[in-house]
């Protein structure tokens, strides 16, 4: 049985340990999963990822996978962009997938991390050759912040996000995270909870880790995907939702600095980071207390992905 931490898991921060992993085509025992220090550094520079959410329904006693095949197919995106052949075909891994959350006995929310690298050959920074990728995949229990009001206090980043000519952003990789980890370190230092990241047109890109959404005269809006942005799912799953349940006007466009400075409500959205509202951004006060359009998409994607609202059965995966 896996051992359960009766510590509050931050989203960034899952750190109870699996009792089961898989690697490349094997199931291993957490403990036993090893890594060459040699290549230690040099395999991230390649390495891709997925993050993938879990939710727990009790009432139905099931873990639902939220978008699994979507998050799968952008997992094979990246590989492709790294010119680096798929161990395993998604059929593959979502059967994995399913097998871990079964064998660590899980009955709780949980994050899934698939990762696709080199872990082989010559130093990561040298090119691949179109090489077969090793894959990983680890699951792990995570709190959700679905529930929480919490408001952040924000700023606009002094760094320029990466773009499409210099390191492809729409793509999940690790050394793309240098650009956000960077932003995460100036916005802590500063006492800022996240930070807004401009293009390098002075556009507002996305926020730390995350995508971002304004509301403006009823009207949601959110950076285009050629703004330097993830191609996120959640982003996405906000659109559809926002148009289609909400009957909400979508824009999806450039967007300067000042625009938020005035927005009547703003927040993030991400796998990892769910919906999280915006309070202040650079001293300017958005809301003290969550937009009530924010607050409606909130609650309708947490019914959702939850499967308290049956409704979008497609995006949820059965687990049991």
């Known amino acids: 049985m896996v051992k359960k931490e009766n510590v509050k898991r931050n989203t960034f921060e899952v750190n109870t340990d699996p009792e089961y992993v898989w690697k490349s085509g094997e199931i291993l025992k957490y403990t036993d999963a090893s890594f060459p220090l040699s290549m230690l550094g040099w395999s991230s520079i390649n390495m891709v990822f997925e993050g993938i959410r879990g939710y727990y329904n009790k009432s139905d006693d099931q873990i639902y996978i939220l978008h699994l095949n979507e998050h799968l197919s952008r997992f094979m995106e990246s590989m492709k962009m ?40 010559p130093p990561g920074f040298l090119a691949s050759g179109e090489r077969k990728g090793d894959m990983t995949i680890m699951v792990k229990p995570i709190d959700s912040l679905l529930n929480s009001d919490n408001m952040l206090n924000v700023n606009v980043s002094s760094w320029r996000r990466i773009s499409d000519d210099v390191m492809p952003p729409r793509i999940k990789t690790i050394a793309n995270y240098q650009n956000s980890r960077y932003v995460a370190e100036e916005a802590k230092l ?9 293009n ?33 799912i959640t982003r996405k799953s906000i659109i559809e939702l926002a148009r289609n349940e909400l009957g909400l006007k979508v824009e999806e466009r450039e967007i300067d600095r000042t625009e938020f400075y005035v927005a009547d409500e703003s927040f ?21 207390k969550p937009g009530n359009i924010s607050k409606e998409i ?23």
């Open 200 to 232: 390098n047109q002075g556009k507002v890109s996305e926020s730390t880790y995350t995508c971002v959404f304004m509301v403006k005269n009823e009207k949601l809006i959110t950076p285009n995907v050629t703004s330097g942005i993830l191609d996120s």
């Open 190 to 198: 500063n006492d800022y909870d996240q930070s807004l990241i401009l």
């Open 298 to 320: 909130q609650n309708l994607y947490h019914n959702i992905v939850r499967g308290v609202d049956k409704r979008y059965n497609h995006w949820r995966t059965k687990t049991f």
């Open 268 to 288: 993030i959205c991400g796998t990892g980071g769910e919906i999280q509202f915006i309070g202040k951004i650079d001293g300017y006060v958005i809301s003290e």
């Open 82 to 121: 790294m010119r680096m052949h798929p161990f395993a075909s998604p059929d593959e891994l979502k059967a994995v997938i399913i097998d871990l959350i079964k064998l660590n006995k899980y009955k709780e929310d949980i994050y899934m991390q698939p990762l696709g690298y080199f872990g082989d050959g």
